[in-house]
C-alpha cells in the first residue's frame, strides 16, 4: 500500500507549457507539503497545506499554484515553465505535532527543455 | 529563517570503518529528524529526537540530539555499501508545521 503517491514519476515538456503533478496520501494525515530539490540535492519547502488551508507559501513565483480539493490530495500546477523549473518535486504529508515527520512520495523528476 | 548546516557534505569510505556526521544550528528546534534518501525515492524517516541530551540507536546507527536541541550527529559503527544514501537532518520548529532541511551527505560506502 502506497503511503504517499505522486504523478506522474517523470515529466519531460518545453519551456513556456504548464503542467500539473498530482499527490495523494492515506495516511489520514491533516498537512501536506511541496518540496523543491535542486541538483545539489537540497530540499526547499514551497507549501504546506493543513486541512486544506494553504498556511506556508515561501518564496516561489506565482506561475506555481498548489490547490488541496480536500485533507488527502495536494497538487501542484506550474503555468509557463521554465528551464530554472528542472529539479525534483516531491509531495511529504505529516500529522502536525511536537514532531512533525514527512512522509515523502517517490518524486517527480520535471526536466523543462 | 531557520538554517541547518551540515558537515561532512561528502563521505567515501571502506566497508567496516565509522563514521560520524553533524548537523549543527544556532537555532533550537523542538524535534530533530534524520532521513535516508536513495537515487531516485524520496526521503525516508530514520529517527526521530525531541529531548535535549537524547540518544537513539538503530542496530549500528546512533543518533544523538543536542543539550540545547540546536545540534544533532549521526554515527554510524562498520559502514556496510548498503548504508550508502544521501542523509538528511531536518529540525522541526515549535510554532507548527515547518521542518527545515540541512543541505545533506552524500555517504559512498565502498565493498
Known amino acids: 500500500d502506497t503511503a504517499v503517491s505522486q504523478t506522474p514519476k517523470y515529466l519531460v515538456t518545453q519551456m513556456g507549457n504548464d503542467k500539473s503533478i498530482k499527490c495523494e496520501q492515506n495516511l489520514g494525515h491533516d498537512t501536506m507539503y511541496w518540496y523543491k530539490q535542486d541538483s545539489k540535492k537540497f530540499l526547499k519547502i514551497m507549501f504546506s497545506y493543513n486541512n486544506k488551508e494553504l498556511i506556508i507559501n515561501e518564496t516561489v513565483p506565482n506561475r506555481f499554484s498548489p490547490k488541496s480539493p480536500d485533507k488527502a490530495h495536494l497538487n501542484l500546477h506550474i503555468n509557463s515553465l521554465e528551464l530554472g523549473d528542472s529539479a525534483v518535486y516531491f509531495c511529504a504529508s505529516s500529522h502536525v505535532g511536537r514532531s512533525t515527520e514527512a512522509f515523502f512520495g517517490q518524486g517527480t523528476r520535471l526536466t523543462v527543455v | 529563517t531557520q538554517l541547518l548546516e551540515q558537515s561532512p557534505q561528502f563521505l567515501s569510505i571502506q566497508e567496516g570503518e565509522n563514521l560520524t556526521v553533524y548537523c549543527n544550528s544556532s537555532s533550537v528546534f523542538s524535534s530533530l529528524q534524520w532521513y535516508r534518501q536513495e537515487p531516485g525515492e524520496g526521503p525516508v524517516l530514520l529517527v526521530t529526537?525531541?529531548?535535549?541530551?537524547e540518544v537513539k540507536k538503530l542496530k549500528r546507527l546512533t543518533f544523538q540530539f543536542g543539550d540545547a536541541r540546536k545540534d544533532s550527529s549521526l554515527h554510524i559503527t562498520a559502514a556496510q555499501p548498503g548504508d550508502t544514501g544521501l542523509y538528511l537532518c531536518?529540525?522541526?520548529?515549535?510554532?507548527?508545521?515547518?521542518?527545515?532541511f540541512g543541505e545533506g551527505t552524500q555517504l559512498t560506502v565502498n565493498p
Open positions: 529526537v525531541v529531548t535535549g541530551g
Open positions: 531536518a529540525g522541526g520548529e515549535t510554532s507548527g508545521s515547518r521542518l527545515t
